[in-house]
Protein backbone atom coordinates (compact mmCIF):
# COMPACT_ATOMS: atom_id res chain seq x y z
CA UNK A 1 0.00 0.00 0.00
CA UNK A 2 0.59 3.74 -0.47
CA UNK A 3 3.24 5.32 2.34
CA UNK A 4 2.71 8.77 4.47
CA UNK A 5 5.34 9.63 6.69
CA UNK A 6 5.39 12.28 9.22
CA UNK A 7 8.39 14.10 11.13
CA UNK A 8 8.92 14.16 14.21
CA UNK A 9 7.28 11.44 15.29
CA UNK A 10 6.81 13.35 18.43
CA UNK A 11 8.02 16.84 20.32
CA UNK A 12 7.98 18.45 23.32
CA UNK A 13 8.12 22.08 23.19
CA UNK A 14 7.78 24.97 25.50
CA UNK A 15 4.51 27.06 25.71
CA UNK A 16 4.57 30.09 23.28
CA UNK A 17 7.24 28.39 21.17
CA UNK A 18 6.45 27.54 16.88
CA UNK A 19 6.33 23.65 15.77
CA UNK A 20 6.67 22.34 12.71
CA UNK A 21 5.54 19.05 11.36
CA UNK A 22 5.62 17.64 8.13
CA UNK A 23 3.36 14.96 6.46
CA UNK A 24 5.13 13.83 3.09
CA UNK A 25 3.78 10.89 0.84
CA UNK A 26 6.50 8.90 0.10
CA UNK A 27 5.43 6.72 -3.51
CA UNK A 28 2.89 9.15 -4.82
CA UNK A 29 1.91 12.42 -5.40
CA UNK A 30 -1.05 13.38 -3.37
CA UNK A 31 -2.98 16.56 -5.00
CA UNK A 32 -5.09 16.57 -1.41
CA UNK A 33 -3.70 15.89 2.00
CA UNK A 34 -5.94 16.76 5.87
CA UNK A 35 -4.60 17.16 9.01
CA UNK A 36 -6.31 15.71 11.79
CA UNK A 37 -5.93 15.74 15.65
CA UNK A 38 -6.70 13.26 17.72
CA UNK A 39 -7.43 13.44 22.20
CA UNK A 40 -6.55 10.55 24.50
CA UNK A 41 -9.40 8.17 24.11
CA UNK A 42 -11.35 9.65 21.65
CA UNK A 43 -11.56 9.38 17.77
CA UNK A 44 -9.81 11.40 14.93
CA UNK A 45 -10.88 15.09 14.43
CA UNK A 46 -10.58 16.87 11.13
CA UNK A 47 -8.59 20.28 11.31
CA UNK A 48 -8.29 21.05 7.47
CA UNK A 49 -7.76 20.02 4.13
CA UNK A 50 -4.56 20.72 2.03
CA UNK A 51 -4.66 21.09 -1.34
CA UNK A 52 -1.34 21.65 -3.25
CA UNK A 53 -0.52 25.37 -4.70
CA UNK A 54 -3.84 26.59 -2.64
CA UNK A 55 -4.52 27.65 0.78
CA UNK A 56 -5.81 24.85 2.76
CA UNK A 57 -9.71 24.68 4.25
CA UNK A 58 -10.27 24.90 7.78
CA UNK A 59 -13.00 23.32 9.96
CA UNK A 60 -15.03 25.09 12.09
CA UNK A 61 -13.43 26.21 14.79
CA UNK A 62 -10.02 25.81 14.10
CA UNK A 63 -7.86 28.89 14.17
CA UNK A 64 -6.62 29.32 10.70
CA UNK A 65 -3.76 31.78 12.07
CA UNK A 66 -2.98 29.15 14.72
CA UNK A 67 -2.58 25.73 12.56
CA UNK A 68 -0.57 27.59 9.33
CA UNK A 69 -0.59 24.29 6.41
CA UNK A 70 1.89 24.88 3.56
CA UNK A 71 0.96 22.34 0.43
CA UNK A 72 4.49 23.07 -0.83
CA UNK A 73 4.47 19.95 -3.45
CA UNK A 74 2.49 16.93 -4.60
CA UNK A 75 4.62 15.20 -1.46
CA UNK A 76 4.50 16.96 1.00
CA UNK A 77 2.39 19.21 3.69
CA UNK A 78 3.30 21.20 6.50
CA UNK A 79 1.63 21.69 9.36
CA UNK A 80 2.86 24.52 11.75
CA UNK A 81 1.29 24.86 15.10
CA UNK A 82 2.50 28.86 15.99
CA UNK A 83 2.77 30.17 19.97
CA UNK A 84 1.71 27.08 21.03
CA UNK A 85 0.10 26.19 24.48
CA UNK A 86 -0.28 23.56 26.60
CA UNK A 87 -3.96 22.61 25.29
CA UNK A 88 -2.47 21.84 22.13
CA UNK A 89 -1.00 18.64 23.30
CA UNK A 90 -2.77 16.41 21.12
CA UNK A 91 -1.66 13.43 18.80
CA UNK A 92 -1.20 14.92 15.26
CA UNK A 93 -2.25 12.97 12.33
CA UNK A 94 -2.13 13.60 8.23
CA UNK A 95 -3.66 11.90 5.36
CA UNK A 96 -3.15 11.53 1.55
CA UNK A 97 -5.07 9.92 -0.95
CA UNK A 98 -3.98 8.06 -4.11
CA UNK A 99 -5.92 5.88 -6.86
CA UNK A 100 -6.31 2.52 -6.92
CA UNK A 101 -8.49 0.25 -9.04
CA UNK A 102 -10.79 3.40 -10.06
CA UNK A 103 -11.21 4.89 -6.46
CA UNK A 104 -8.77 6.92 -4.53
CA UNK A 105 -8.48 5.46 -1.01
CA UNK A 106 -6.64 7.78 1.38
CA UNK A 107 -3.85 6.62 3.64
CA UNK A 108 -2.16 8.39 6.95
CA UNK A 109 1.19 8.64 8.22
CA UNK A 110 2.01 7.40 11.62
CA UNK A 111 0.65 10.47 13.69
CA UNK A 112 3.01 12.97 15.57
CA UNK A 113 2.46 13.71 19.08
CA UNK A 114 2.67 16.85 20.21
CA UNK A 115 3.43 17.69 24.13
CA UNK A 116 3.49 21.86 25.04
CA UNK A 117 5.14 22.42 28.57
CA UNK B 1 -21.38 14.66 12.04
CA UNK B 2 -20.35 11.10 10.93
CA UNK B 3 -22.29 9.57 8.71
CA UNK B 4 -22.09 5.64 10.25
CA UNK B 5 -22.74 4.41 13.30
CA UNK B 6 -20.74 1.28 15.12
CA UNK B 7 -21.11 -0.59 18.34
CA UNK B 8 -18.76 1.17 20.93
CA UNK B 9 -16.84 -1.78 21.90
CA UNK B 10 -16.62 -5.98 21.24
CA UNK B 11 -14.91 -8.59 23.31
CA UNK B 12 -13.76 -12.05 21.51
CA UNK B 13 -11.26 -15.06 22.72
CA UNK B 14 -8.31 -16.11 20.32
CA UNK B 15 -9.06 -17.69 17.17
CA UNK B 16 -12.67 -16.68 16.92
CA UNK B 17 -13.83 -14.86 14.08
CA UNK B 18 -15.16 -11.07 14.62
CA UNK B 19 -17.40 -9.19 12.81
CA UNK B 20 -18.66 -5.76 13.00
CA UNK B 21 -21.44 -4.48 11.86
CA UNK B 22 -21.93 -0.43 10.79
CA UNK B 23 -24.77 1.43 9.64
CA UNK B 24 -24.71 3.81 6.97
CA UNK B 25 -28.20 4.46 6.34
CA UNK B 26 -27.31 7.69 4.17
CA UNK B 27 -25.07 6.52 2.06
CA UNK B 28 -24.76 8.72 -1.57
CA UNK B 29 -24.05 6.33 -4.37
CA UNK B 30 -21.19 7.59 -5.07
CA UNK B 31 -19.74 6.90 -2.07
CA UNK B 32 -17.17 3.96 -0.88
CA UNK B 33 -17.05 2.08 2.33
CA UNK B 34 -13.71 1.64 4.39
CA UNK B 35 -12.34 0.04 6.94
CA UNK B 36 -9.54 1.43 9.03
CA UNK B 37 -7.45 -0.29 11.96
CA UNK B 38 -5.69 1.94 14.86
CA UNK B 39 -3.58 0.97 17.40
CA UNK B 40 -2.81 3.27 20.21
CA UNK B 41 -0.11 6.61 18.98
CA UNK B 42 -0.53 4.60 15.48
CA UNK B 43 -1.95 6.23 12.77
CA UNK B 44 -5.10 4.43 11.60
CA UNK B 45 -4.21 1.10 9.01
CA UNK B 46 -6.37 1.10 5.92
CA UNK B 47 -8.18 -2.60 5.94
CA UNK B 48 -10.35 -2.95 3.40
CA UNK B 49 -12.82 -1.32 1.02
CA UNK B 50 -16.07 -1.84 -1.19
CA UNK B 51 -18.87 -0.50 -3.27
CA UNK B 52 -21.44 -3.32 -3.08
CA UNK B 53 -21.24 -7.17 -2.39
CA UNK B 54 -18.23 -9.01 -1.45
CA UNK B 55 -14.72 -8.29 -0.83
CA UNK B 56 -11.56 -10.51 0.42
CA UNK B 57 -7.91 -9.46 1.00
CA UNK B 58 -5.71 -11.23 2.93
CA UNK B 59 -6.37 -10.04 6.55
CA UNK B 60 -10.43 -9.11 6.47
CA UNK B 61 -13.76 -9.95 4.24
CA UNK B 62 -16.56 -7.18 3.91
CA UNK B 63 -20.14 -7.86 3.22
CA UNK B 64 -22.09 -5.21 1.70
CA UNK B 65 -25.94 -6.40 1.35
CA UNK B 66 -27.86 -4.69 -1.63
CA UNK B 67 -29.10 -2.19 0.12
CA UNK B 68 -25.89 -0.65 0.95
CA UNK B 69 -27.23 0.87 4.64
CA UNK B 70 -24.75 -0.94 6.04
CA UNK B 71 -21.72 -3.29 6.27
CA UNK B 72 -19.60 -5.65 8.01
CA UNK B 73 -16.11 -6.43 8.49
CA UNK B 74 -15.48 -9.99 8.84
CA UNK B 75 -11.70 -10.86 10.93
CA UNK B 76 -10.99 -14.26 10.72
CA UNK B 77 -9.49 -16.36 13.82
CA UNK B 78 -8.11 -13.29 15.65
CA UNK B 79 -5.37 -12.96 17.80
CA UNK B 80 -4.47 -10.78 20.43
CA UNK B 81 -2.76 -8.83 18.33
CA UNK B 82 -5.96 -7.97 16.77
CA UNK B 83 -7.21 -5.55 19.76
CA UNK B 84 -7.35 -2.46 18.31
CA UNK B 85 -10.03 0.68 17.49
CA UNK B 86 -11.74 -0.24 14.23
CA UNK B 87 -13.29 2.81 12.15
CA UNK B 88 -16.20 2.05 9.00
CA UNK B 89 -16.50 5.16 6.87
CA UNK B 90 -17.97 5.95 3.97
CA UNK B 91 -17.02 8.24 0.87
CA UNK B 92 -16.90 9.39 -2.52
CA UNK B 93 -13.43 9.93 -3.29
CA UNK B 94 -10.08 10.70 -2.05
CA UNK B 95 -10.29 14.29 -2.28
CA UNK B 96 -13.15 14.51 0.30
CA UNK B 97 -12.11 14.25 3.61
CA UNK B 98 -13.19 11.28 5.58
CA UNK B 99 -15.56 11.95 9.22
CA UNK B 100 -14.87 9.45 11.69
CA UNK B 101 -17.19 8.04 13.93
CA UNK B 102 -16.27 6.63 17.84
CA UNK B 103 -15.32 3.13 16.47
CA UNK B 104 -15.54 0.25 17.56
CA UNK B 105 -13.01 -1.12 20.51
CA UNK B 106 -11.89 -4.34 19.87
CA UNK B 107 -10.34 -6.60 22.54
CA UNK B 108 -9.14 -9.97 22.04
CA UNK B 109 -9.19 -12.04 25.15
CA UNK B 110 -6.68 -15.14 25.16
Known amino acids: GAVVSQHPSRVICKSGTSVKIECRSL??????MFWYRQFPKQSLMLMAT?????????EQGVEKDKFLINHASLTLSTLTVTSAHPEDSSFYIC?????????????FGPGTRLLVL | LAKTTQPISMDSYEGQEVNITCSHN???????ITWYQQFPSQGPRFIIQ???TKVTNEVASLFIPADRKSSTLSLPRVSLSDTAVYYC???????????FGKGTRLSVIA
Open chain 2, 50 to 52: GYK
Open chain 2, 26 to 32: NIATNDY
Open chain 1, 50 to 58: SNEGSKATY
Open chain 1, 95 to 107: SASTSGQGQETQY
Open chain 2, 89 to 99: LVGDNGNTPLV
Open chain 1, 27 to 32: DFQATT
